[in-house]
């Protein structure tokens, strides 16, 4: 069983930045692929960026050029830089973790408003 957290989100104004953590515990860390996905109310859940085991990532279109997925081994844990936020990048982010199942944690808040 994986389980993972969330941290970092915030309130931050439009053109700001913030950099989400989600640490992991209870699984072999390295061999996982990492994504962050978020959620609007009233809205399914929408993939937003992936780091698979060996660095390769992917991101939505409206997340290239503004966000960076990247881990850290090491320390169990992955990343979400996020920079130029928007309005429209308001949702709660949630870290995944992908082998043979899929493992979400609890969610964090982004709020990018004026």
């Known amino acids: 069983q994986v389980h993972l957290v969330e941290s970092g989100g915030g309130l931050v104004q439009p053109g700001g930045s913030l950099r989400l953590s989600c640490a992991a515990s209870?699984?072999?860390?390295?061999?996982?692929?990492m994504a962050w996905h978020r959620q609007t109310p009233g809205k399914q859940r929408e993939f937003v960026a992936v780091?698979?085991?060996?660095?390769?990532?992917n991101y939505v279109d409206s997340a290239k050029g503004r966000f960076t997925i990247s881990r850290d081994n090491a320390k169990n844990t992955v990343y979400l830089q996020m920079i130029s936020l928007k309005p429209e990048d308001t949702a709660v982010y949630y870290c995944?973790?992908?082998?043979?199942?899929?493992?979400w944690g609890q969610g964090t808040q982004v709020s990018v408003s004026s």
């Open positions: 995944a973790a992908h082998d043979s199942m899929t493992y």
């Open positions: 209870g699984g072999i860390f390295s061999i996982y692929a």
């Open positions: 780091i698979t085991s060996g660095g390769i990532t």
